[in-house]
Nanobody, 121 residues
Framework: QVQLVESGGGLVQAGGSLRLSCEAS????????RSWFRQVPGKEREFLAA????????TYADSVKGRFTISRDNAKNTVYLQMNSLKPEDTAVYYC??????????????WGQGTQVTVSS
């Protein structure tokens, strides 16, 4: 089992940027792909971005393509989500996830506890 801890959330004005981090520990070799999701109250968790173990393949939801960038540093067991041009509708709890490619985009095997991102207008 892999443990995931997110950080970097907070309050930002519309048009601003934030970078989320997610550090993994435990049996990280068993869950090689990483992804980010978000959720607002009353809605289903939404896939945002995913990256393979080597970082050579990434995929994004249309809602964030061109604004968000996923990356990883395997030496630090950490994955990042750089979020630019933030909008009020990006306000949500953001979750890091781990799992197997390509199911990482729909059915991750491990989740972090989430970090709140609030974008003010």
């Amino acid at each position: 089992q892999v443990q995931l801890v997110e950080s970097g959330g907070g309050l930002v004005q519309a048009g601003g940027s934030l970078r989320l981090s997610c550090e993994a520990s435990g049996h990280t070799f068993s869950s090689v792909a990483r992804s980010w999701f978000r959720q607002v109250p009353g809605k289903e968790r939404e896939f945002l971005a995913a990256i393979t173990w080597g970082g050579g393949v990434t995929t994004y939801a249309d809602s964030v393509k061109g604004r968000f960038t996923i990356s990883r540093d395997n030496a630090k067991n950490t994955v990042y989500l750089q979020m630019n041009s933030l909008k009020p509708e990006d306000t949500a709890v953001y979750y890091c996830a781990a799992g197997v490619w390509p199911r990482i985009t729909t059915s991750p095997t491990s989740w972090g506890q989430g970090t709140q991102v609030t974008v003010s207008s």
